[in-house]
């Protein structure tokens, strides 16, 4: 799953060599248009539904944040992988 979300940030982002762990906020990958536009990615992919008011705002400092994030909505929605 964190490989499919680096691929996502990749494209929405035009930020080639995202790891896991680096952080998307301080580096200034992750601006507010790109922001939304991976909220809709994740959505589509992953089919959860992401309400930003009640994601915390270090959940977009990493890809592997973004993936437990994606994870928990898959568990709360109880659909599968």
């Not at 035009?14 to 580096?27: F, P, V």
């Not at 930003?52 to 568990?75: C, D, F, G, N, Y």
């Amino acid at each position: 799953m964190t490989e499919q979300i680096i691929q996502i940030l990749e494209r929405v982002t035009d930020h080639k060599g995202i790891r896991t762990d680096t952080d998307l906020l301080e580096e200034d990958i992750l601006d507010s248009l790109a922001l939304i536009e991976l909220m809709n990615e994740l959505e589509i992919a992953f089919q959860v539904e992401v309400q930003p008011t009640q994601v915390p705002s270090e959940t977009w400092q990493t890809a592997e944040r973004i993936a437990e994030m994606v994870e928990a909505l898959r568990k709360r929605e109880r659909k599968p992988l």
